[in-house]
């Protein structure tokens, strides 16, 4: 008896190993599709965030400063105008469509936005002397929009009034380098309102964020994928997600959010060392963003990677109606046995990797389970000695592989359902060994033993 229980704990042990090298494989195939993801990114776009529209204009004032010794030498100060919108609203609708590298795939997006900016007034531009009798100097006001890579940028054009304005690469604004912009005539710059109305066609890949730049910020947006994670520090005020895609829109106002400050203020948080540089993450640590993640839900190595979690239980649950067989038919199983129903078990997981590769998940789940329990339903029958115990092993294993299946599935409530799972599992074992004497049980070894 103990050199079987020390066999067993052997077999356990392996099973243990086997299942740990398929997890590292399930995480290599996770590590190739980031990969393949990554390489469609650097090759097209990456996530995309849109900052601005934004007015800035670089001025410098110089004075001369009459030292004691009547030597007179000239300083000088560089400083930026920014001028923020008072109102932005941006109507855009996404077209989704997928893009491979290899067999891994990933989700590009193509942004088609319209975007309004008003200024009640561009007074912010006008520079103000801080010495007396210097001399100021300006740069023609520039109106810029920035993006976290402008590789993606398809199409823009920009419109104040009827007059349309000539673009040009860059943005010219410290922390913001990457983007459009467009130079504004002087006429343009005082207390009247303004008005610009941009056309943006933008490409990416995985997620769209918009910093909300205006006073008050409206954003909505349209698209054909199903599967949106809205994330930022703004949900939704409406979101409608459909098996046809989601519509959703946002009202920010300034009052809510720091952004406006974070961008028209930025290089100045940056030299005081309160502000990491700017970076295409849409979770950026000192800019408030509203965002929607374009979730993938045919990423199987990660429902696989949950699978594998779940392999040691199953094959202690397999192993635990092996035993049950045993003792209460008094069977007689090697421990050689159990170590290759605990190998076909371990198999399953490598077969759903390797066929969810080459089909939907579910159909490859579905044919791995199959032949798993077509296996070990003929072997049980076999090693317990008749088909009307192994019909019900195998039976017993389907019902595992389709709770396996719920649990993948139902993500929020899987500890829920594990737990009555193996409650029940439990309440099953303890039924039918209720009239069971352990004591004579355990005896009988000894006393064939003895006899022998």
């Known amino acids: 008896m103990k050199q079987k229980v020390a066999a067993l704990a052997l077999v356990i042990v392996l099973l243990v190993v086997a299942l740990m090298k398929i997890s590292d494989v399930v995480h290599d195939r996770q590590n190739y599709r980031q990969i393949a993801i990554q390489s469609v990114a650097q090759s097209l776009a990456g996530p995309q965030t849109l900052t601005g529209p934004l007015i800035h204009r670089a001025c410098t004032e110089e004075w001369d400063v009459k030292y004691e010794d009547k030597k007179v030498q000239t300083e000088r100060r560089e400083f930026l105008l920014v001028a923020a919108p008072a109102s932005l609203t941006l109507k855009g609708g996404s077209k989704l469509e997928a893009r491979a590298r290899g067999l891994h795939a990933t989700q590009v997006f193509n942004l088609k936005a319209d975007i309004v900016a008003e200024w009640a007034d561009t007074e912010s531009l006008k520079p103000v002397a801080e010495h007396a009798g210097s001399r100021m100097n300006c740069g023609q006001p520039l109106l810029m929009m920035a993006v976290s890579d402008a590789r993606g940028i398809r199409h ?26 467009a130079p504004l005539p002087m006429a343009m710059v005082g207390p009247a309102p303004l008005q610009a109305q941009i056309e943006l066609e933008l490409v990416g890949t995985e997620s769209i964020s918009v910093v909300p730049l205006g006073g008050d910020t409206r954003v909505q947006l349209t698209s054909n994928w199903p599967h949106p994670s809205f994330s930022g520090q703004f949900l939704p005020v409406d979101r ?44 950026s640590a000192c800019v408030e963003t509203l965002s929607v993640t374009f979730v ?3 990423n199987t190595y990660a429902l696989s990677d949950r699978a594998t979690k779940y392999g040691l239980l199953f094959i202690g649950l397999t192993f635990l109606a092996v035993g049950m067989f045993e003792f209460m038919k008094s069977l007689r199983v090697h421990p050689i046995q159990y170590l290759l129903v605990g190998a076909a078990m371990s198999m399953f997981f490598l077969l759903l990797v390797s066929l969810s590769e080459h089909m939907p998940f579910e159909s490859a789940y579905a044919v791995a389970s199959a032949a798993c329990v077509l296996l070990l339903t003929y072997y ?7 088909w009307s115990r192994g019909l019900p092993f195998g039976l017993g294993i389907a019902t595992l592989y389709g709770m396996l299946f719920v649990l993948l599935r139902m993500e929020q409530t899987a500890l829920l359902l594990g737990a009555v799972a193996l409650f029940a599992v439990l309440a099953a074992v303890m039924m039918l060994t209720r009239r069971v004497d352990w004591y004579a049980r355990f005896k009988q070894p000894e006393a064939v033993k003895a006899a022998g």
């Open 156 to 181: 823009a054009s920009v419109k104040i009034g009827e007059q349309l304005l000539a673009l040009k690469p860059g943005t010219f604004y410290g922390s913001y380098p990457r983007g459009v912009h």
């Open 240 to 283: 409608k997600v459909t098996e046809e895609g989601f519509e959703a829109s946002w009202r920010v106002s300034s009052l809510a959010s720091t952004a406006q400050q974070d961008v028209t203020q930025r290089d100045a948080a940056k030299r005081r060392g309160t502000c990491p540089p700017y970076e295409s993450s849409v979770n």
């Open 296 to 298: 993938d839900p045919s």
């Open 380 to 386: 049980a029958s076999h090693m317990l000695g008749r």
